[in-house]
């Protein structure tokens, strides 16, 4: 199911001093425990999927996984730094063709998405493929995410050229997450650690409705007003709670999977 990029179109080596600023490795350490904890939690697939970020201090350079190894394998110096041209500017290996395609173009012309998280992780995945809206608001988790969705009705095969990343990035608009029918979903976020909050309880908020639509009992949807005042409370401190969350993540694997950090 993955593609490999191909060779980057002209091996492009970057000797600058900010990809070894103290920020950057920080985002590295950052971005490597949510894979970890990706793996831990089922929101894999083999060796696809992608997250990625924005190094500190660029707008031009992207963090991205490396085609052929799976999320429980990533560590922070594994991560390569790529440009929006296909060039691995640091580290071994390349990204997988969909994951530069996507998230090379999503970040280009997105640039409040500092962070952007791809994954056909089960329960939003399943979602996806319903018609109609994936979410119908009928959990408190899911208000979380209440007017920051879109639907991209439009599947179109695999993303393996420019254009249909930049029509997925089209399709994100303003929205955070992006249910891709057919497909999985993204997730953008300013910081590694939102992003990384709203992918852990979108696919918990999907599990539940899921499980709540298997008892093929109707849905008690929240009345709109009340799911707008609730997630106008749920976000008012969102990003110190993922900030909190992400360092929870880190402590664990600190513990049990220290190796993260290599």
């Not at 900010?18 to 939690?41: E, G, S, Y």
């Not at 560590?75 to 071994?92: I, K, M, P, Q, Y």
């Not at 499980?211 to 749920?234: G, S």
């Amino acid at each position: 199911m993955a593609h490999a990029l191909g060779a980057p179109r002209a091996a492009a080596i970057l000797r600058n001093s900010d990809l070894d600023a103290d920020a950057v490795r920080q985002a590295r350490i950052d971005l490597a425990a949510c894979f970890r904890m990706a793996a831990r939690l089922g929101l894999h697939e083999g060796i696809c999927n992608h997250l990625s970020a924005m190094v500190p201090g660029r707008d031009d350079l992207f963090l991205v996984n490396p085609y052929g190894w799976a999320f429980a394998e990533v560590t922070a110096s594994r991560l390569l730094v790529c440009d929006f041209h296909g060039n691995v500017v640091a580290g071994e290996g390349e990204p997988e063709a969909t994951a530069f395609y996507i998230h090379g173009r999503l970040h280009m012309k997105n640039p409040r998405a500092r962070a952007a998280f791809h994954t056909h992780m089960p329960n939003a995945t399943a979602l996806s493929m319903l018609e109609g809206p994936p979410l119908v608001w009928a959990g408190q988790t899911a208000l979380k995410f209440y007017g920051r969705t879109v639907v991209d009705e439009d599947y179109n095969g695999l993303a393996l050229d420019e254009a249909e990343g930049d029509r997925i990035a089209a399709s994100m608009g303003e929205a955070d997450i992006v249910f891709m029918k057919n497909h999985g979903v993204m997730v953008v976020g300013p910081s590694i650690a939102e992003a990384w909050d709203d992918l852990y309880y979108l696919e918990r908020a999907c599990e539940v409705q899921r499980l709540a639509l298997a008892t093929n009992r109707p849905l008690k949807p929240v009345p709109a007003e009340l799911a707008q005042r609730t997630y106008d409370q749920m976000r008012a401190g969102d990003s110190e709670s993922a900030r909190l969350h992400l360092e929870s993540v880190k402590r664990i694997l600190a513990r049990e999977e220290p190796d993260y950090l290599d």
